[in-house]
């Protein structure tokens, strides 16, 4: 079986994801090959399994696994290894995806702002939300999807500053969670590697709408792979698209976190 390619502007993949991480590395240990944006660091750092496997605590780890500035691959048969970068607009945009840290968790949970934007409109967002993770056990958290308040559009330089003024007005109580498939249970396979999977929804695109479709994703620290499987109308597994996959360019700072 073969699933129907999603196409941009409305992709099946919206993140959930949320970070609170901590490390050891300090200002004065910043190499020349580290550089920093707003709460992001880019270089070396965000390729160190130890800056995610020194974390207590599984959802504290699991949002360090999942946090920050993503580009996203597509499968290409035209490509060496089979993927390349997703472009839009005749090839002159790409896509870039931020996941970032948001709201005090002592007192509101645990939550995570999701943007989607264009290399060419950066402080334009084209899809965007709210998530909250909750851990049901060592080796389980719970994502749900919330829709971002009317009207809330920040750029993301204001989503990236450090001190995420945007964010201070935010009703948390109040997010409405989002239509569709909103939740996503993540269990974990190994100390740094989770599978999550959504339940089964009515899919259009596969026998004239008498078909599922299931959402999975499975992370690691620096990758996060993406895929849909099809089921008939007696959920009986059909068939998968090849996964796409979100490659991570910058960690939160951990300055900023301590």
């Not at 948390?172 to 959504?198: C, D, F, H, M, Q």
């Not at 620096?222 to 059909?238: P, V």
């Amino acid at each position: 079986m073969r699933l129907k390619k999603h196409v941009f502007k409305a992709p099946i993949f919206i993140l959930i994801f949320l970070i609170f991480y901590s490390c050891t590395i300090t200002k004065n240990q910043r190499t020349k090959d580290q550089d920093s944006e707003g709460i992001l660091l880019y270089g070396e750092a965000v390729q160190k399994n130890d800056s995610y496997a020194n974390i207590k605590g599984t959802v504290p780890r699991f949002r360090a696994m999942m946090c920050g500035k993503f580009a996203q691959y597509l499968p290409d048969t035209t490509a060496e290894g089979g993927y390349s970068v997703w472009l839009v607009n005749d090839g002159r945009d790409s896509v870039v995806f931020y996941q970032l840290p948001v709201g005090n968790h002592h007192k509101v949970g645990y939550w995570v702002y999701q943007s989607q934007v264009l290399t060419s409109l950066p402080d334009n967002p084209v899809s965007q939300g709210f998530i909250k993770l909750e851990g049901l056990n060592r080796d389980t958290i719970k994502a749900i999807i919330h829709k971002a308040p009317d009207g809330f559009m920040p750029t993301t330089k204001e989503t990236l500053n450090i001190t995420q003024d945007v964010f201070k007005e935010i009703e948390w109580a109040k997010l409405e969670k989002a239509e569709g498939t909103n939740i996503i249970y993540y269990v974990r396979k190994s100390p740094l590697e989770y599978l999550g999977t959504s339940a089964l929804f009515h899919a259009p695109s596969i026998l004239e709408g008498k078909g599922f479709l299931s959402i999975y994703y499975r992370v690691s620290p620096q990758k996060i792979a993406m895929g849909r499987k099809g089921y008939n109308e007696n959920k009986e597994y059909l068939g998968s698209a090849k996964e796409e996959y979100l490659l991570k360019q910058a960690m939160i700072d951990p300055n900023w976190l301590n």
